[in-house]
């Protein structure tokens, strides 16, 4: 199964997870290739961060949108992640709000 980095978009990923989504608009860059407009599951998203916090902006930008009124988030930005690398990120489920 492939995995992606998550370049932008960890606060909308939680909420959209929080929300009950089973996916999540997304585009992917490769490099030197054009990138790739999709919906991608939350099984193959990793994040550079382990926690979010759920502060104002939090509230306001992400979790009132996604979960109150009930719109899809925008997109996030993803790039290819190596399988030998996935040690270094947590992945999108595991991400805690605090």
């Not at 990923?13 to 860059?29: L, Y």
């Not at 009124?69 to 605090?98: F, K, N, Q």
């Amino acid at each position: 199964m492939p995995a992606y980095r998550i370049e932008s978009g960890v606060r909308r990923c939680v909420a959209a997870i929080r929300a009950g989504r089973i996916d999540i608009p997304a585009i992917i860059f490769y490099g030197g290739r054009p990138s790739v407009r999709c919906r991608i599951g939350f099984d193959e998203l990793y994040s550079p961060k382990s926690s979010v916090p759920r502060d104002g902006r939090y509230i306001t930008n992400t979790e009132y949108p996604t979960l109150v009124l009930g719109t899809d988030p925008p997109e996030i930005e993803l790039s290819p992640l190596d399988a030998r690398h996935l040690r270094y990120y947590t992945p999108i489920h595991s991400v805690t709000l605090t």
